[in-house]
């Protein structure tokens, strides 16, 4: 089993090295991830990232949206299960122990996050289950991974992760 990570950037040279630092390190040998950058600003994250063969670029593009820049590392993508993650994006110090212990258990797995702007919290855990009926409370602070055959092309409109979600909700009846 290995998850791949799409991470879409735009204008991302400020946020993005710290998110990859953090995926690597925690991984470690002991967890097998990918991550899949598609850059869609113009700029060569290449030079602002670690050389390591964990992380793919996947074909470049111009303001073309986070749902075509989605599509295009899921093309590339080579997990097994696939996440979709900001380029923005925070994690715990145990995310990916987290992700592979849910996964022994389930084929998927959706993770809450602590939001926090302005080094204020904004949301916290509500609940431990992710269902219809909490989503939107959810929304904006979920990180789901699930098998790859479940992932969903993008529309060209639609550009945030809570198409995933629901997908992923939808294949495990809701809850």
Same mark, same amino acid.
């Given at each position: 089993?290995? %998850? +791949?990570?799409?991470?879409?950037?735009?204008? #991302?040279?400020?946020?993005?090295?710290?998110?990859?630092?953090?995926?690597? *390190?925690? #991984?470690?040998?002991? $967890?097998?991830?990918?991550? %899949?950058? *598609?850059?869609?600003?113009?700029?060569? $994250?290449?030079?602002?990232?670690?050389?390591? !063969?964990?992380?793919?670029?996947?074909?470049?593009?111009?303001? *073309?949206?986070?749902?075509? #820049?989605? !599509?295009?590392?899921?093309?590339? +993508?080579?997990?097994?299960? =696939?996440?979709?993650? &900001?380029?923005?994006? &925070?994690? +715990?110090?145990?995310?990916?122990?987290?992700?592979?212990?849910?996964?022994?258990?389930? !084929?998927?797995?959706?993770?809450?996050?602590?939001?926090?702007?302005?080094?204020?919290? =904004?949301?916290?855990?509500?609940?431990?289950?992710?269902? $219809?009926?909490?989503?939107? +409370?959810?929304?904006?602070?979920?990180?789901?991974? #699930?098998?790859?055959?479940?992932?969903?092309? $993008?529309? &060209?409109?639609?550009?945030?992760?809570? %198409?995933?979600?629901? !997908?992923?909700?939808?294949?495990?009846?809701?809850?």
């Amino acid at each position: 089993m290995k %998850v +791949s990570f799409l991470i879409a950037t735009h204008n #991302a040279q400020d946020t993005l090295p710290s998110l990859v630092s953090k995926l690597l *390190s925690q #991984a470690g040998t002991v $967890y097998p991830i990918e991550l %899949v950058i *598609s850059e869609d600003d113009g700029f060569n $994250y290449k030079e602002i990232l670690p050389k390591d !063969n964990r992380i793919v670029y996947a074909e470049k593009g111009l303001n *073309s949206g986070p749902s075509v #820049a989605r !599509n295009r590392a899921l093309k590339k +993508s080579t997990g097994t299960h =696939i996440s979709l993650m &900001d380029s923005d994006d &925070d994690i +715990s110090e145990n995310y990916l122990k987290n992700i592979y212990k849910g996964l022994k258990e389930n !084929n998927a797995v959706a993770l809450r996050t602590v939001y926090i702007k302005d080094e204020k919290e =904004i949301r916290t855990f509500e609940s431990k289950e992710l269902d $219809y009926k909490n989503f939107s +409370s959810f929304y904006g602070s979920v990180h789901t991974v #699930a098998p790859k055959e479940w992932t969903v092309k $993008y529309l &060209d409109v639609v550009s945030e992760d809570g %198409v995933s979600t629901l !997908n992923v909700l939808s294949k495990k009846n809701g809850t």
